[in-house]
């Protein structure tokens, strides 16, 4: 006789695990510059990699993306087996996450920053040390540092950090990265890197050549324009590019991906163009936004960072009424913000319009 229905037994870590809160999707008419996407389709070049592709989609991919990841090492001077390639960055930072904690262990971030980061640490067992960002937005590097304990792990560095765009520079970045332990593992998330223009902020590739401890993550979602595909990657030394591989989910990464992926490289000067001109639309949203009497934090990718604290609700509401969907963090908070992406010139227009109404002044 079967004991009472109870249901399977789940983990009960599950119960804390946070649920993710995607960006809303544009009803018609609108536009979404909620989730940080390129507006830019992908270019012929890649498209027509892609049709190639799509006649072999009943064989399984190249298990270990080899071509992928030859061109990804050509392209970075890194050696192959440094690198790591999965379902997009998120997917890496969750097998980054499985690979370095679980029950007990403490992984540290700052706060607020990526959603994903509470998200994949719970799922692992693992315990979450946020740490907030300073009066600025930015990463309080200082106190990540202070909050390390003998438990932890694993650190994200979000630079530029999502959603206040803000980055952290090389000295500061350096001088954290000596100070920590050498046996836990620091994450630099270069999810936006391509639209960094302040010199003073590091490529975390020139950090992670000489220091084991150091992973970058990398992403095709945002400058080229490749979020519907799922590719991303990490750099690392072993044996933490080793663990990446093994905690990988098994052909992960499509046949339609990795040739994209490729495509896109082959055309990098293309992209690059097109981020160039999403910097400029950035910088004049932001001079825009400063005109009107807004503190924004100086954004380093490819969105800004309106802090709205008890308005931020009816700010996203009036945003949408004006058909454009943002993305609002902590509405009942007074850190409470929202996020804008870079994308169509109209769809900043009509974002200014609002932003001009509510404007302090
Ligand atoms: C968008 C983003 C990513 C990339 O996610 P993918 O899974 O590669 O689409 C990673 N990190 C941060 C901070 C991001 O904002």
Redesign the pocket.
């Known amino acids: 006789m079967l004991a009472r229905m109870t249901g399977p037994r789940l983990r009960p870590t599950l119960l804390g695990v946070p649920a993710y809160r995607a960006g809303l999707p544009a009803p018609a008419g609108a536009y979404k510059i909620s989730s940080?996407e390129n507006p830019y389709p992908p270019l012929p070049s890649v498209t027509a990699a892609l049709a190639a592709a799509v006649g072999q989609l009943n064989r399984y991919p190249d298990f270990a993306s080899d071509d992928l990841i030859a061109a990804l090492a050509a392209r970075y001077s890194v050696p192959a087996a440094h690198i790591a390639v999965g379902?997009?960055?998120?997917?890496v930072?969750q097998q980054i996450v499985q690979s370095t904690a679980g029950p007990g262990d403490e992984v540290v971030f700052a706060w607020r920053?990526?959603e994903?980061y509470p998200i994949i640490t719970a799922v692992s067992g693992a315990t979450a040390v946020p740490v907030p960002l300073d009066d600025d937005d930015r990463h309080d590097l200082p106190a990540m540092l202070a909050a390390i304990t003998e438990r932890t792990r694993l650190v994200f560095v979000?630079n530029p950090?999502?959603p206040t765009g803000t980055a952290v520079r090389r000295a500061e970045l350096e001088a954290f990265l000596d100070a920590v332990p050498d046996d836990l593992l620091v994450v630099v998330?270069e999810?936006?890197c391509e639209f960094i223009r302040d010199e003073q902020v590091p490529d975390g590739l020139d950090l992670y050549r000489d220091r084991p401890g150091v992973c970058v993550?990398r992403?095709?979602?945002?400058a080229y324009g490749l979020?519907g595909l799922?590719?991303?990657f990490a750099v690392a030394h072993e044996p933490v590019a080793e663990a990446l591989r093994k905690t990988a989910v098994p052909f992960g990464v499509s046949t339609i991906a990795q040739v994209a992926a490729i495509a896109s490289l082959a055309a990098e000067d293309e992209l690059r163009a097109r981020v160039e001109q999403l910097v400029k639309e950035r910088d004049a949203m932001a001079a825009a936004l400063a005109e009107q009497g807004w503190r924004v934090p100086v954004s380093e990718a490819n969105f800004v960072w309106l802090r709205l604290g008890a308005r931020t609700e009816e700010f996203a509401d009036a945003c949408a009424a004006a058909g454009v969907v943002v993305r609002s963090y902590g509405i009942t908070e007074a850190l409470g913000g929202v996020r804008v992406t870079v994308g169509e010139p109209e769809a900043t227009e009509r974002f200014l319009t609002v932003a001009a109404a509510f404007a302090p002044r």
Request: aromatic share 12%; proline share 0%; net charge positive.
């Open positions: 940080n379902t997009g960055s998120v997917g930072a920053s990526f994903a979000c950090n999502n998330d999810a936006y993550l992403t095709f979602s945002k979020a799922r590719v991303g």
